[in-house]
């Protein structure tokens, strides 16, 4: 165990768990989880699939291919879609349309049911590549915390600064009193969360067009992006990696943690290849 220099005094209480999310397809709404395992690379199961363009030869993302989708051709956007592992089955996925349907990978016709309800040639398929870069640039896990959104709140009080928009993995509850970008002050320290899990905080977050779109309730404003851009360098949370895998949970607290360098679980954690229609590493 090696101790750094610290700018938070140990048992500082940063605050709590309030959510836990995890998003299985890059570029769709994630799923609000209770608990959650944590590995080198992050929530097990966090950004384990993609929609690949079959014509474009390329991952797609909301912020690249929103032209493409929308209201003006009576398709949903990727926005617009939910993704959650199926309950009790961490092997199969479910995407959810704005209208309700589930799209179920344990369907022989699922990867039919995906482009027709896109209206692209797509296809939905693993993607390892995203997880392990996110893991080499020390961006396995996104922290944000409800100081900071307060904050941008008042800076544009007509904006909805829904945690949301914004994709993190963690959302912090501050402490009664604890005003501004808290966790911006953490950059380069260790934090523990729970009786397991430590993190060190790496850098924090440069946000794009993807906070100003619309999803599910949460309207269009180009304004979020605005003011992030001009009232704080264009940032908001931050990313961290991980130094000790284990269990988190809503409710756990936060607090400074010397830096522990343990052996972590395997890296790149996830659940097994889904049940149904796999080839090699597509679904």
Not at 35 to 62: C, K, L, M, N, Q
Not at 186 to 198: D, F, H, L, N, S
Not at 233 to 260: F, Q
């Amino acid at each position: 165990m090696s101790i750094q220099s610290r700018t938070i005094p140990l048992r500082t209480k940063l605050g709590s768990v309030r959510d836990l999310w995890r998003y299985p397809v890059m570029g769709l709404q994630g799923e609000r989880l209770q608990t959650a395992e944590i590995r080198a690379a992050g929530v097990v199961g966090d950004h384990r699939y993609v929609f690949h363009d079959s014509e474009a030869g390329r991952v797609i993302d909301p912020v690249t291919y929103a032209h493409r989708w929308g209201e003006t051709l009576a398709f949903p956007s990727m926005l617009d879609l939910k993704a959650r592992f199926a309950q009790g089955d961490s092997t199969r996925l479910d995407i959810i349309t704005p209208n309700g349907r589930v799209l179920s990978s344990g369907d022989p016709d699922f990867q039919t049911q995906i482009r027709e309800t896109l209206g692209v040639p797509v296809k939905l398929m693993e993607f390892p590549q995203v997880a392990e870069t996110r893991l080499r640039s020390g961006r396995a896990l996104h922290l944000v915390t409800t100081a900071s959104l307060i904050s941008m709140e008042n800076l544009y009080p007509e904006g909805d600064f829904d945690p949301r928009r914004f994709r993190p993995n963690i959302v912090v509850n501050s402490p009664p009193g604890r005003n501004g970008f808290a966790e911006e002050s953490w950059v380069g320290e260790t934090i523990r969360i729970g009786p397991e899990a430590t993190l060190r905080v790496e850098k924090t977050n440069r946000r794009c067009k993807v906070t100003t779109m619309k999803q599910d309730d949460l309207p269009y404003d180009g304004k979020i992006l605005e003011t992030i851009s001009q009232k704080n360098g264009n940032v908001l949370g931050v990313m961290c990696s991980v130094v000790k895998g284990g269990i988190i949970a809503v409710g756990d607290e936060l607090e400074p943690s010397p830096a522990e360098i343990d052996d972590l679980p395997q890296p790149l954690g996830t659940p097994r290849h889904l049940s149904q229609g796999s080839v090699g590493n597509r679904i």
